[in-house]
């Protein structure tokens, strides 16, 4: 009997080493607008959840300025690198950027120096020069995870690098809807719609670094484009997918439900918002303007995907529970 039980543990020790263990839950946590000049003690608890990844949702460091150059952004990768804990180099990273990381405060595809900018991003993230990110313009990408017998396909994308015009002012953005505006330009739009028609994937994991879902707002969101958001939307739901979207940006967090599209905003993980209440008709519960950051639970086992969104010391502001749909 003993000679059974250790060759059991064996076996469910090499399945978990693996990643192949039954009932194995992947766990990532959810962050953004992280200030490499600020403190970043909200590390001790994302430490304590037991993540398996990190997922870096935009202005991951603060380097754009006025003139529009780079060189404080190279100060800023150079910074965050040495501020970063040593626990995460163990971790898997996927990553997006927005307008503090991309170089021009709520730039889009005018900004000239966006290559350049490009060049640093994969270079501090140290993305494989066999990446496709690093023979094509913009960062968007996808990968596919497998967790028991369940495919989960994380699609990042580039809100910045092709993006049109704002209209209106900071203060108080206007909609777009100009024939040929676009957030994700022609190529990036072509991309997509193949990627989140893969055959291969069950649940699709959509980052954004700009907010998808809210429109009540006066900031940035895709409602500034809202021929643009509906088209994604549309996307969505045609493909007959489970699709959770995470987002950023805001330095402000929230959970958001449209239809069968859940939406979680992790922000900000060192840089609070501003105390005015905000609120929006797809929200769920209320926004929090402190330090946050989300977690990200996928559980084959029980059916069900988790979104936390948890204060500086790791309590939970709020949570939503997704049970799995039926996957043929």
Known sequence: MKKNTSFLLLCLTTLFYSGLMVGNEMRFGLGSCLDQDVPQPIWESIEKDNIDGFIFLGDNVY?????????????AYKKQK??????????????IWDDHDYGQNDGGGDYYLKEEAQKLFLDF????????RHLRKGIYFDRIKKIDDINVHFIGLDTRFFRSELKGSKKLYKDNTDIGATVLGKKQWSWLEKA???????????????QLLATEHRFEKWSNFSLERE?????????????????????????????KIYEITASSMNKPGSSNKETDRLLIGKTYNEENYGVLSINPLKKE???????LKGKILESVVIPFEEIN
């Open 63 to 75: 380097g754009d300025s006025p003139s529009l150059e780079l060189k404080k952004m190279a100060k």
């Open 125 to 132: 993230w140290e993305i494989p020069k066999s990446d496709p």
């Open 231 to 259: 088209r994604l939307i549309n996307l969505i739901e045609a493909s007959g997918k489970q699709v959770v979207v995470i987002s950023g940006d805001r330095h402000r967090g929230g959970i958001y439900k449209y239809n």
């Open 82 to 95: 040495e501020v970063l804990p040593e626990w995460l180099r163990n971790k898997e990273i996927m990553t």
């Open 305 to 311: 995907i988790k979104l936390f969104l948890k204060d």
């Open 196 to 210: 989140i028609d893969n055959n291969e994937s069950d649940l699709v994991i959509l980052l954004t670094s700009i």
